[in-house]
C-alpha cells in the first residue's frame, strides 16, 4: 500500500501524560498537514509542512502540541500533558504541490482517547 | 476562506444519480471549489476540484454555475459504497489549508 500511513491507529492514554504519533506520507509529497476531528464535526486544519519546514500553526495548536518533520518525509505530532478534551480523531495529509492548488490524500487517522 | 453552505443531509436510492449542492456567494475570483469525502471510520478522499468549467473524473462531475455562488457536484449511480459525508470547500490558493464545515451526509438506500 503506498497511501498515507499513520501510527498508532488507536491510543488511549490518561490525562498528563504525554503522546507521540507518526504519519509517514505518500513517498515524494512535499507537503504534509495535521488535522483534528471531533465526533460529528467536520476535521480542523492544526499545522502544515512543506518540505521540513513548518509553514503554519492553527490558533488550535496550544504550546503543549509540537509537530516536526525533521528531513522533510514523515512526520510526528506530540501532545504534552494530555487533556480531556484533546480525545479526538488527528489525520495527517500529504500532497504534491507544485503549482496553484493541490490535492490532499488522508491517512486512516490515529483516534486519542485521554481518560 | 469564504464559507459553503451544504444541506445536512440527502438521500438517493441505489444507481439512482444524486445531486448535491454547494451554496458558496461570496466566493471570490481566486477560490477554488473542492469537493472531499468521508466514508465512515476513514479519513477523508478527494473527490473533485474546479475553479470555473464544468469538471469530469471517474468518481463524480463538478458542475459550477456561471456566476460561480453554487455549484453541484453530481454522482451519476449511486452505489451503497457512496454513502459517505460530502465537503464542498472553498480554497483561495495551495497555500491556505482546507477548512471543512460539517457537510452533507449522504445516504444510499438499496
Known amino acids: 500500500d503506498t497511501g498515507v500511513s499513520q501510527n498508532p491507529r488507536h491510543k488511549i492514554t490518561k490525562r498528563g501524560q504525554n503522546v507521540t504519533f507518526r504519519c509517514d506520507p505518500i513517498?515524494?509529497?512535499?507537503?504534509l498537514y495535521w488535522y483534528r476531528q471531533t465526533l460529528g464535526q467536520g476535521p480542523e486544519f492544526l499545522t502544515y509542512?512543506?518540505?521540513?519546514?513548518?509553514?503554519?500553526k492553527s490558533r488550535l495548536l496550544s504550546d503543549r502540541f509540537s509537530a516536526e518533520r525533521p528531513k522533510g518525509s514523515f512526520s510526528t505530532l506530540e501532545i504534552q500533558r494530555t487533556e480531556q478534551g484533546d480525545s479526538a480523531m488527528y489525520l495527517c495529509?500529504?500532497?504534491?504541490?507544485?503549482?496553484?492548488?493541490?490535492?490532499?490524500?488522508f491517512g486512516p487517522g490515529t483516534r486519542l482517547t485521554v481518560l | 476562506d469564504a464559507k459553503t453552505t451544504q444541506p445536512n443531509s440527502m438521500e438517493s436510492n441505489e444507481e439512482e444519480p444524486v445531486h448535491l449542492p454547494c451554496n458558496h456567494s461570496?466566493?471570490?475570483?481566486?477560490?477554488?471549489i473542492h469537493w472531499y469525502r468521508q466514508l465512515p471510520s476513514q479519513g477523508p478522499e478527494y473527490v473533485i476540484h474546479?475553479?470555473?468549467s464544468n469538471v469530469n473524473n471517474r468518481m463524480a462531475s463538478l458542475a459550477i454555475a456561471e456566476d460561480r455562488k453554487s455549484s453541484t457536484l453530481i454522482l451519476h449511480r449511486a452505489t451503497l459504497r457512496d454513502a459517505a459525508v460530502y465537503y464542498c470547500?472553498?480554497?483561495?490558493?495551495?497555500?491556505?489549508?482546507?477548512?471543512f464545515g460539517k457537510g452533507t451526509r449522504l445516504s444510499v438506500i438499496a
Open positions: 461570496t466566493i471570490s475570483g481566486t477560490d477554488y
Open positions: 495529509a500529504s500532497s504534491l504541490f507544485v503549482g496553484a492548488t493541490d490535492t490532499q490524500y
Open positions: 474546479g475553479l470555473t
Open positions: 513517498s515524494e509529497h512535499n507537503r
Open positions: 470547500i472553498l480554497r483561495d490558493s495551495g497555500n491556505t489549508p482546507l477548512v
Open positions: 509542512f512543506q518540505n521540513e519546514a513548518q509553514l503554519e
